[in-house]
């Protein structure tokens, strides 16, 4: 099983609409979760990050962890053009020695 | 703001050549990352380093070795460079463990 896990997509969803970003992980001591915006021949950038089981928001953007399913999601709601990119899962693992590890990636994009 | 620089944007190389990766960071980070990203795969991490002289290996760190002198500074090492190495290698650093990491513009580099 891999360490992080996301669907690669393509996702297509319509302007306005709410994209859903899924992604699972394997270590269960995994305490801190982030999300990722990548558009093309760009860096990654973060653009949310979770610690507690639950929904944090951000604007457009809630994301949401439940720890006992090992699953943590990003939703964005009334999505625009601007928000077509790849977007990336991290989470550090194996505590104790600093490894922070993606997940493939999932390429979203939002049809006008 | 954090900086991560990567001393190349571009870079092309011959097979066998010994090629070195530098980057650089602003915030006396602790950890310092370094990843490959190839269309399909997402991120993989080659080396990571948690300080000084520390270094640990990712998840693909064959063919490649990593130096850290200075904390501010994590080198990434081809000792014989081969096709299959061609990538977009992306440098990261973090504070510490599980907080975010803050990514270098990336180098693309094409070994023919």
């Known amino acids: 099983q891999k360490e992080v896990e996301q669907n690669s997509g393509p996702l297509s969803v319509p302007e306005g609409a709410i994209a859903s970003l899924n992604c699972t992980y394997s270590d269960r001591g995994s305490q801190s979760f982030f999300w990722y915006r990548q558009y093309s021949g760009k860096s990654p950038e973060l653009i949310m990050f979770i610690y507690s089981n639950g929904d944090k928001e951000d604007g457009r953007f809630t994301a949401q962890l439940n720890k006992a399913s090992q699953y943590v999601s990003l939703l964005i709601r009334d999505s625009q053009p601007s928000d077509s990119a790849t977007y990336l899962c991290?989470?550090?693992?194996?505590?104790?020695?600093?490894?922070?590890?993606f997940g493939t990636g999932t390429r979203l994009t939002i049809i006008p | 703001d954090v900086k991560v620089t990567q001393s190349s944007r571009y870079l092309v190389k011959r097979t066998g050549e010994k090629v070195f990766l530098e980057c650089v960071q602003d915030?006396?980070?602790?950890?310092m990352f370094w990843y490959r990203q190839d269309p399909g795969l997402g991120l993989r991490l080659i080396y990571f380093?948690?300080?000084?002289?520390?270094?640990e290996k990712g998840d693909i760190p064959e063919g490649y070795s990593v130096s850290r002198e200075k904390k501010e500074r994590f080198s990434l090492i081809l000792e014989s460079a081969s096709t299959n190495q061609t990538s977009m290698y992306l440098c990261?650093?973090?504070?510490?463990?599980?907080?975010?990491?803050?990514f270098g513009q990336g180098t693309r580099l094409t070994v023919v």
């Open positions: 915030m006396d980070h602790e950890n």
């Open positions: 991290a989470v550090p693992t194996n505590f104790g020695n600093e490894k922070l590890t």
């Open positions: 380093s948690y300080d000084v002289k520390m270094k």
């Open positions: 990261a650093s973090s504070f510490a463990w599980g907080t975010e990491a803050f």
